[in-house]
């Protein structure tokens, strides 16, 4: 499936049918609705809750399987309600794989894996000068939340972070930090 459009639908289309599984009313939204590809409301909830998700889709499963994530990808939350989820669509419909993530997750991952890349003492000088708009994030970052549909029981600043354990140190880092408008300033969680 080369069309990005395409990929971009399917992955869409299967987060929905997922959801719907699991007993979400959902909604795929218009193109131009900045953030949101879907809303979602638990109607067994009391009380009943509403959520937004971003779906990024890449195709294949290789080790270097990653999602662009552009600025407005980057930005932090502005409700405890903002979730995004990654699609890995394979040749076999059957071993689709997602990744279900907070919003502010996603902002300090990308932010750590892009700065820590750029800024790695071993990198040859000059050779690493891609800009932040530009960062990709691949999948072993998010591994830790493979199939995590439960989080969404639960309002998005309350999931425990499953990122990787060195990205807690890359945070406190000097050299890599996080951005500077990101909650996680005030107090870095345990993870």
């Not at 419909?93 to 800024?119: E, G, K, Q, Y």
């Not at 996080?178 to 969680?189: A, I, Q, Y």
Request: aromatic share 10%; proline share 7%; charged share 25%.
């Amino acid at each position: 499936m080369a069309d990005t459009k395409m990929v971009k639908s399917t992955g869409e289309h299967w987060v929905c049918s997922m959801m719907s599984r699991l007993g979400w009313g959902v909604a795929l939204t218009r193109d131009g609705l900045e953030r949101t590809d879907i809303l979602a409301v638990d109607p067994n909830a009391a009380p009943r809750r509403l959520i937004e998700v971003q779906v990024k889709t890449a195709s294949g499963n290789g080790e270097n399987t990653n999602w662009p994530l552009g600025l407005k990808s980057q930005t932090r939350a502005l409700s405890d309600a903002e979730w995004f989820v990654f699609v890995i669509l394979n040749d076999a419909p059957a071993n689709t794989r997602c990744f279900v993530v907070p919003r502010d997750h996603v902002a300090a991952a990308t932010w750590i894996s892009h700065t820590s890349w750029l800024t790695d003492p071993d990198a040859v000088p000059g050779k690493r000068n891609t800009p932040i708009k530009n960062a990709r994030v691949y999948r072993w970052v998010f591994e830790g939340y493979e199939d995590r549909w439960d989080l969404l029981e639960a309002p998005a600043d309350k999931a425990p972070v499953l990122l990787p354990a060195e990205f807690r140190e890359y945070a406190l880092d000097a050299r890599v930090g996080l951005p500077h408008d990101h909650p996680w300033n005030d107090r870095l969680p345990d993870w």
